[in-house]
C-alpha cells in the first residue's frame, strides 16, 4: 500500500492541529486568519474523501453552529462596544447597554473573532473527521487508557449524535413526518435518545469483555495497582490540570509562562503514565503502528510553523494580535510568518486518492455497517481474505 492510500499517525495530525490552533487562539491579525483559515479549508477538501461522507457530514451541525454563534457575537460586539474612531451610527442614549455611537471598529474586531472561532472549529472538526483515535489509544501508555478511553468516547458522541439525527430525521421524512412545532420535537428526540442508551450500553458491554478497567490477576500486581493509583490519580490530575493552564496562559500573551507550565503538565502525565513492575500486563497489536515518511513531512512542517509562531510572539508579538481600538490601523503584515503558515498545507500533499476507513474504536469517525465490507473500503485495509460471493457475482 503506498503512502497515498494510508491514513496519517495520529501524532502528526495532532501536531498539526496544534500548528494551525494556535494563531487564531492568540490573535486576531486578519491576514495570519486568512492564511490559516484557507490551509485548514484547503486540508480539510482534500482529506473529505479520506474521512468519508459520514465523518464530514457529521461534523456539519457543529460548524452551522459556531457560524451563528460568531454572527451573534459579531452583532453583540457592535452594540454594546462603543468604542473606536470610527462612528457608523449612532443610537439614542436612553437605550439601556446599546445606547451609543456604533463604531467600524467594533464590527472588525467582532468580524475578526468570528472568524477566529470558525477556524478553530474547522481545525478540530477537520482533525476529528479523519483521526485513528484507536491507534491514538495504542500509542498511550497503558496507565493512562481510562482516561484516553473515556475521552475518545466523549469526542466521538457527537459525530455519532448528529449522524444518528440525521437518520431518524430522514426515516421520519420519509413516514411524512414535518416539524412544525416544540411538540413536533417527540418523534426526534425520543429515538435519539433511546438510540444513545443503547449505544452506550453496546459499548459498556464491549468494555467489560474486553477487561477494561479490571486488575491483574496477579495478587502482587493487583496491589500495586491499588497501592499505586492515589498518588499516581494526584499526578495525572495535576498534569492535566497544568495543561489547561499552560493553553491558558498562552490565549493571555504569557508565552514564557506558558512554556513552563506545559512542559510541567508533560512531566507529571508521564511519570503517572509510566507503568510499575507489577502493574505492566501484556498489550497485543494485530497491526504495529508504522511511521510512514508522509507522517515525517506532515510532522516536520507542523514543527516548522509551530516553532515560527512560538518566535514570533516571543519576538514580535504585534505580527499575530491586532487590535483595532481606539484607532483603526492598517494590520501588519509579517511575511516570514505567512510564508511559514503555508506548510500548513502539507497533509495536502499526501492525502490519499480513496477513502481510507479508520480503525473500528469508539473514538474513530466510523463508516455505516455496510460501507465497511465495500470492496473497496476491504482493498484499502489492506484485507485480501477471502470472501463469500453475493448471488449477483454467481
Avoid at 510541567?264 to 513492575?277: C, E
Amino acid at each position: 500500500m503506498s503512502a497515498r492510500n494510508e491514513r496519517l499517525d495520529p501524532r502528526a495530525w495532532l501536531l498539526w492541529a496544534s500548528a494551525a490552533g494556535l494563531p487564531p487562539l492568540i490573535g486576531r491579525n486578519p491576514f495570519v486568519l486568512a492564511a490559516t483559515l484557507l490551509a485548514t479549508l484547503a486540508v480539510r477538501a482534500a482529506w473529505a474523501r479520506a474521512a468519508g461522507a459520514t465523518g464530514i457530514v457529521a461534523w456539519r451541525g457543529v460548524i452551522q453552529l459556531a457560524a451563528i454563534f460568531a454572527a451573534v457575537g459579531v452583532a453583540f460586539n457592535v452594540l454594546t462596544a462603543h468604542v473606536g474612531d470610527r462612528v457608523i451610527l449612532r443610537l439614542p442614549d436612553e437605550l439601556p447597554i446599546v445606547g451609543g455611537p456604533l463604531t467600524l471598529n467594533a464590527l472588525v474586531y467582532g468580524v475578526l473573532s468570528g472568524v477566529a472561532l470558525l477556524t478553530l472549529v474547522l481545525v478540530g472538526t477537520t482533525v476529528g473527521s479523519v483521526l485513528d483515535a484507536p491507534a491514538l489509544l495504542r500509542l498511550l501508555p497503558a496507565r493512562l487508557t481510562t482516561v484516553a478511553v473515556a475521552g475518545s468516547v466523549a469526542w466521538a458522541f457527537v459525530p455519532q449524535t448528529a449522524a444518528a439525527l440525521n437518520e431518524i430525521r430522514e426515516a421520519q421524512a420519509a413516514r411524512g413526518f414535518r416539524l412544525r412545532g416544540v411538540r413536533d420535537l417527540v418523534p426526534l428526540l425520543v429515538p435519539l435518545l433511546t438510540g444513545g442508551l443503547e449505544r452506550a450500553l453496546t459499548l459498556a458491554e464491549a468494555l467489560e469483555s474486553r477487561g477494561f478497567g479490571v486488575l491483574p490477576s496477579d495478587p502482587a500486581g493487583a496491589e500495586a495497582v491499588v497501592t499505586g493509583r492515589p498518588w499516581r490519580g494526584v499526578l495525572t490530575a495535576l498534569g492535566l490540570a497544568a495543561g489547561v493552564v499552560g493553553a491558558y496562559l498562552l490565549a493571555v500573551e504569557r508565552p514564557s509562562v506558558a512554556l513552563a507550565t506545559l512542559a510541567i503538565a508533560g512531566f507529571a502525565l508521564a511519570v503517572a503514565g509510566r507503568a510499575s513492575p507489577g502493574e505492566r500486563g501484556r498489550r497485543t497489536r494485530h497491526r504495529p503502528p508504522r511511521w510512514t515518511r508522509a507522517d515525517t513531512l506532515v510532522a516536520a512542517a507542523a514543527g516548522v510553523v509551530l516553532t515560527t509562531e512560538l518566535l514570533t510572539l516571543r519576538l514580535d508579538p504585534a505580527a499575530l494580535r491586532y487590535e483595532p481600538y481606539p484607532s483603526l490601523t492598517p494590520p501588519p503584515v509579517d511575511l516570514p510568518l505567512l510564508a511559514a503558515l503555508a506548510l500548513l498545507l502539507a497533509p495536502v500533499a499526501v492525502a490519499p486518492d480513496e477513502a481510507v476507513p479508520p480503525g473500528p474504536g469508539p473514538g474513530g469517525a466510523s463508516l455505516r455497517r455496510d460501507d465497511r465490507f465495500h470492496p473497496k473500503a476491504v482493498a484499502a485495509r489492506g484485507d485480501h481474505r477471502p470472501r463469500l460471493k453475493t448471488g449477483d457475482e454467481r
